[in-house]
């Protein structure tokens, strides 16, 4: 037996024969003219572009317009002139369409690669995977991949394309071995709730693996090869079990969320597109606590427009039919940079130009969102949470900044709640320290663990020399939630936790002993969070022991 450990995409477990996913391979070799070979470049392209409308209207109709998106992102990067102009200058080297095109899409992914923000980075996949499309066309080899029996698909990584085309019910699980968890096949892979890893160390794909049977542990992210009759007894009972807590769980839904004692709290969803809106409802998430805008600049070649962004608001907030949403303004700067931003290099950026203090410098980019914002709350229960805030005066920049998109909007004759709530995320020492002042001018916290902790705590979160000093549960941190809580509560504002801890089995006790009114978690741990919180008698918990 051969084990392999790599990265969670999504829980769960596998057990079945792998099925290989190989990659295109090109040789170079001696094209037949560089006019010849860019006509076949142009008719290749065509046909993949009309092969990306098709995966669009299929993804539209199975997932829902923010999923397809991915295919019309996919069709503007085999359109674009600089990936043309790439294979035009490969071309020169009077070599074939098929090598010409594969080194262009490998050279923008470079670009890509080299790029600080995680997210830019995942796109070089997307570049490498249009490509890869151009030169299946181009050695008519597009026959796509499919499975006749259900398996266990194993590649390097896999076209979203092809995953949108099988047949879900044969997929048992997918190893993305060179994939990483935030490219966009992976993001599909856990809307479509299919038991996953990546980014696995020492394993060549290669077509001798096809037909292994093997186990994939997708909760303890890792891969068994040929594993032992014991093995596959003990892995066969963990997936009964998980299935079968799957099912139990759905007896959750549409319960309240209380306490053994009777405390009621509130679960909403952590989320970034419209499709996790639907993922929510379909867990019974009682709101959105957490809806990251940011993801809207980091998809766009240039700033998106008010009416652009109008529509991502709008559709979440008619999704959730009246539920709350809670959408965060625009969280750039550092992991996560965006070219046309054109912000400073920095050797510190977590605590350099970012959040807010990109809207006080540039306010226009800010009015644009917060008209978009107050437009889509006409369509439903929306609030708009702010985040990095330190300062009073950053609060009163932000109530000014409301006051203006509101103004413009009545000048345009738009409809808009005029009472939308404006919230802060506490995320930093400052703004739990001066929370007391804060809850007097805004209509909620919500208490952002990760960031919080890290800069509680003076260490770096993902530093992976300091994953061991790191400790969210620090009586530091606990202090700092129970403050926070206390003076929300003193003015009667609501608070919540959107960070990891907000799901943790030790926290969630305390957390529900000081009142914590919301936990906002991924769609997928709804339920079995309400089941935890069901079982906890607040009555039993101590709270000096999380903070003496």
């Known amino acids: ?45 065509e046909e993949t572009i009309q092969a990306l409308d098709k995966s669009f209207m299929e993804t539209l109709s199975k997932l829902g317009e923010e999923e397809a998106q991915l295919f019309e992102t996919h069709k503007l990067m085999a359109e674009d002139l600089d990936f043309e102009d790439a294979v035009k200058a490969e071309l020169m080297g ?47 080899e597009d026959k796509g991949f499919n499975l006749t029996e259900p398996s266990i698909i194993i590649c390097d990584d896999l076209p979203s394309s092809e995953l949108m085309k099988l047949d879900k019910n044969l997929i048992l699980g997918i190893i993305f071995v060179k994939g990483g968890a935030n490219s966009h096949v992976s993001i599909l892979t856990r809307m479509l709730e299919i038991p996953a890893i990546c980014s696995i160390e020492d394993l060549e794909v290669t077509k001798d693996l096809d037909g292994e049977y093997s186990i994939l542990d997708a909760s303890g992210a890792q891969l ?5 009759m014991k093995s596959i007894t003990l892995y066969a009972q963990k997936k009964k079990e998980y299935e079968d807590n799957k099912e139990r769980l759905k007896a959750f839904k549409g319960k309240p969320t209380l306490t053994k004692d009777g405390k009621k709290t509130m679960i909403y969803s952590n989320i970034a597109s419209s499709f996790e809106a639907e993922n929510a409802i379909k867990n019974d998430s009682e709101g959105i606590g957490l809806f990251r805008s940011e993801f809207i600049y980091l998809d766009s070649k240039d700033y998106p427009t008010e009416d652009e962004q109008f529509e991502h608001y709008k559709r979440v907030v008619e999704e ?60 439903g229960n929306l609030a708009v949470m702010i985040p990095m805030i330190i300062s009073e ?80 549960r620090h009586r530091s941190i606990c202090r700092f939630i129970k403050m926070v809580c206390e003076n929300a509560h003193q003015e009667g504002i609501t608070v919540g936790i959107c960070g990891e801890l907000a799901r943790d089995e ?13 936990l906002s978690v991924s769609p997928a741990y709804t339920l079995s969070l309400r089941e935890q919180i069901s079982k906890i008698d607040t009555n039993d918990v101590d709270v000096d022991k999380y903070i003496y």
């Open 1 to 45: 037996m051969r084990t392999y450990k790599g990265l969670r995409v999504f829980e769960g477990y596998a057990l079945g024969k792998l099925k290989v996913y190989e990659t295109l391979k090109v040789e170079k070799i001696v094209g037949i003219g560089m006019d010849e070979e860019f006509k076949r470049f142009e008719q290749a392209r």
């Open 94 to 140: 009077n070599v074939s369409a098929e090598y010409a095109v594969l080194r262009a899409g490998e050279e923008l992914a470079t670009m890509f690669s080299s790029m600080d923000d995680a997210y830019m980075k995942e796109r070089a996949n997307d570049v490498k995977e249009v490509a890869n499309r151009i030169v299946s066309f181009l050695k008519k």
């Open 224 to 228: 068994l090869i040929g594993p032992e």
């Open 320 to 379: 959730m039919k009246g539920k709350e949403v809670i959408i965060r303004t625009l969280d750039i700067g550092a992991d996560k940079k965006i070219d046309y931003f054109d912000l400073p290099e920095e050797e510190n950026p977590a605590l350099g130009f970012r959040s807010i203090r990109i809207c006080l410098k540039r306010p226009e980019i800010f009015a644009t969102q917060l008209q978009a914002l107050y437009r889509a709350s006409h369509y």
């Open 393 to 472: 005066s950053e609060i009163d920049f932000v109530h000014e900044m409301c006051d203006l998109a509101k103004d413009n909007l009545r000048k345009r004759g738009l409809p808009f709640n005029e009472k939308m709530k404006i919230g802060i995320m506490v995320e930093t020492p400052s703004a739990a320290i001066m929370s007391d002042v804060f809850a007097k001018k805004v209509d909620f916290f919500s208490i952002g663990t990760n960031d919080l902790s890290q800069y509680t705590l003076a260490i770096d979160r993902v530093n992976p020399n300091l994953t061991a000093n790191f400790n969210p």
């Open 506 to 518: 030790i926290m969630l006790p305390f957390f529900l002993k000081i009142g914590i009114d919301e």
